[in-house]
């Protein structure tokens, strides 16, 4: 079957959907279990899947997204846009993607290329060649967790702030507590004095209890900086690879096999 204007868009609620054809241009395909896709994609393509994802053509076009709940193994991927909640493998090549994983990628097998647009992974990536002979801008973030290092970072400013405030009111405390001791210190200003107090007790709470949220974030952490980019043949320059919040842009190419990761807050080149 070939998805076309004779077919129409396809809902389908079953164990496992094939589909022998292409899916031509602007059609939509939403399937609560498997889908397993024989053909490839026109642009303006819709893919919705519950389940597995197997697709043994080219999934293409700027306009086209494609979002699966399960695994999904894919023969290549051009100018798309593609979102995997388990693991991605890819048969050929990553080209020009918008391509977002919450397990990990393997391109391990034909051509095993990725490079242009950018390609996101929660775990580890692994792939034969990253970018091309023509430098061609591309980004591999593996260990990839932007809400948890955005929460991270707004907790750290928010600890920062809290920290200048306390040193505000101890000054303020101090000030009044010698007041007191020399008897200087007068019925207004003695209220005055509680209330700065008070403000010191509160916002000395919030603090402990931000950082401890920090510590239980930096540990999450801990797990995603672990990851890493593992590339069997060769680098080619253009190339910015990511491990968590540190990035590393490749200037000269480097031969495989080599692993990049995250060692004393910096990206490490080593030989695998």
Do not use: W
Not at 5 to 14: A, E, L, R, T
Not at 128 to 133: C, D, P, V
Not at 137 to 145: D, N, P, R, V
Request: glycine residues 10%.
């Amino acid at each position: 079957m070939t998805l076309c204007f004779s077919v129409g868009n396809i809902d389908f609620i079953g164990k496992k959907l094939t589909i022998k054809g292409d899916v031509k241009f602007g059609f939509k395909v939403r399937v609560k279990g498997d889908l397993e896709l024989y053909g490839g994609t026109e642009n303006k393509v819709l893919i919705e899947v519950e389940g597995n994802f197997l697709c043994d053509g080219i999934i293409r076009g700027e306009e086209t997204k494609v979002k699966v709940k399960g695994k999904a193994e894919v023969k290549g991927v051009e100018h798309a846009k593609l979102e995997v909640l388990g693991d991605l493998v890819v048969k050929n090549y990553l080209i020009f993607s918008e391509t977002f994983v919450s397990g990990k990628i393997e391109a391990n097998a034909g051509k095993g290329i990725i490079y242009g647009g950018v390609v996101k992974a929660c775990d580890v990536i692994e792939a034969k060649i990253l970018g091309n002979e023509t430098h061609t801008s591309t980004k591999i973030l593996a260990g990839y967790q932007p809400e948890l290092i955005d929460d991270y970072l707004r907790k750290i400013q928010q600890s920062i702030l809290l920290e200048e405030t306390l040193n505000k009111l101890k000054v303020g405390i101090e000030l009044g507590e010698r007041l007191k001791k020399e008897k200087n210190l007068t019925p207004e200003k003695q209220k005055i004095l509680e209330k700065i107090q008070k403000q010191y007790e509160l916002y000395s709470k919030e603090l402990e209890e931000l950082l401890q949220q920090l510590k239980i974030i930096k540990k999450e952490l801990s797990l995603y900086k672990s990851k890493f980019i593992k590339v069997q043949e060769k680098v080619y320059p253009g190339v910015m690879v990511g491990i968590a919040d540190v990035f590393y842009t490749v200037v000269e190419e480097i031969p495989g096999p080599i692993i990049f990761s995250l060692e004393n807050g910096k990206i490490n080149i080593q030989k695998s």
